[in-house]
């Protein structure tokens, strides 16, 4: 199951807002890379989770973008509104936290891509020894999975998880993180020993995942704001194909991106004006950087050796 995205005016916002702002409990505004995002709900668990993830704003700063959070039994579950020119989205019905975090990082994203020629990449993003690798693919083709392997070697260190943003300078591609901590998968402790007992079993929600601060495994100096991409590493899981790796020209990378809607479920606003703008962007990426295609069929371990040998780290065995 999956969320659905309407857009609408200005004026249905604001028939939204009204109705919804006699429930908030909660209110908190938060930095994702720079922008003012105010969380609102009346749900503590979710502001608890949300307060884990981001960056906290001085609340007097005003807002550039808000998330309206409730449970509405007028609504489908999972529906969301958003107001492309306000930057306001109403998130009605849900019970997946990841879902929320998500479409926070959109809004970002939408301001930044429209405002700073700044823009999203739904993708995990290290640093080894100074050069950026990043890696984007379809849900379930083991991207926070290989990340955090990745990351159980001393010189790698971490710029996100799952979302970073990206910008040309120059004749470089800048990746930038956004959240203070990451909302990880209890099953990460069974493929990587390594990060065993960084969050209680009581701290999981119901969905088995849990915001938590990975310094306290790999230490503080290993969270980076930033990195300069060198690497674009694209993951499938296909058993019918039986390459496992293999180089990508730009054209053939980025008509994946094309494909796969850049590899990002979340984007709030999909156009031509925005498409245009995003494939702009990836080319530029694809130009600056080399891209592997790698298929994830065989055992984490044999995906993790087979990424290290393209990014200058030793094998695990």
Known sequence: MT?????ITTEEKERLAEAFIKKVRYEIKSEIYGCCIKFLSD????????QENFYPMCQNIR??????????PVYPLNTVFFDPYSKTAFLLNFSYYGWIKSIALA???DILEDEHDIFSLHGACVDIDGKGHCMVGTSGAGKTTQTYGLLTDSHTRIISDDWFFSRVFGLDILGYGSEKNF????DLTIIWKEYGGLVTDHEYDADHRAVADIRWVIGKGRLLPLTTVRTVIILKRDPSDLEKIQPLAPDAALDLFIQNNYFNPH????NER????RNRFIADLLGRTTCYLVNTTGTPLETQNLIRLHVGLPEVT
């Not at 984007?267 to 999909?270: H, S, T």
């Not at 925005?274 to 703008?277: A, E, G, R």
């Open 63 to 72: 807002s550039h973008g808000r998330l309206f959070v409730f449970n509405d």
């Open 183 to 186: 909302y990880i998968r209890e």
């Open 3 to 7: 969320y659905t995205i309407t857009l």
């Open 43 to 50: 749900n503590h668990v979710f502001l608890e989770t949300w």
């Open 267 to 270: 984007l709030l606003v999909v």
């Open 107 to 109: 809004i970002a994203g």
């Open 274 to 277: 925005k498409n245009q703008v």
